[in-house]
């Protein structure tokens, strides 16, 4: 995701191989520039493929193949760009999460997963004090609960959630 600061664009990447995320210097877009390569220290069948920013909070996931313990995703404060600093991590300690989406504001909208649940669904995080998240919601396909009957419909929130301007509406798709 861009993310303008001083006159310079940064592009913040993340990966599905190389555990950790990519800061490119995009000012010139014919003419990217590596900024930093921010390493993760974590198993090798983890993935940090996903991110999102708004203002100067990054959420960045950590999605797992199989159940482990372990945040599901980590807060960054990127007031200065190049140099993010690890504010806070928040997990279920399951399979990760997937894909996130922060427009900025309060809330943070999560495809996590939860003890309890089949698959991903969607939490909601409020990140207004990014160092301590709180989730204060959770959403849930029919049939993804434990004990509840199977959905004839295919379960699992994918993500991202979209978020109306005026934050009275979001979309999302299962």
Known sequence: LNHPSNGRWYLYMGHSFDLGWSILDVTDPANPKLAKFIPFDGPKDWITA??????????????????????????????????????????????????????????????????????HIMVILDVSDPAHPKEVGKYWQPGQKDGEPPSPFPEGFHGPVNVSPDGKMASFGY
Not at 67 to 86: F, M, Q, R, T, Y
């Open 50 to 119: 996903q991110v999102t920013v708004n203002d100067n909070l990054m959420i960045t996931s950590l999605d797992r193949r199989k159940p482990a313990d372990g945040p599901d995703i980590i807060l960054w404060d990127i007031s200065d760009p190049v140099n993010p600093k690890e504010l806070s991590r928040w997990g279920s300690g399951t399979t990760g999460a997937h894909r996130n989406s922060y427009p900025g504001g309060k809330y943070a909208y999560l495809s996590t997963s939860c003890p309890g649940f089949k698959l």
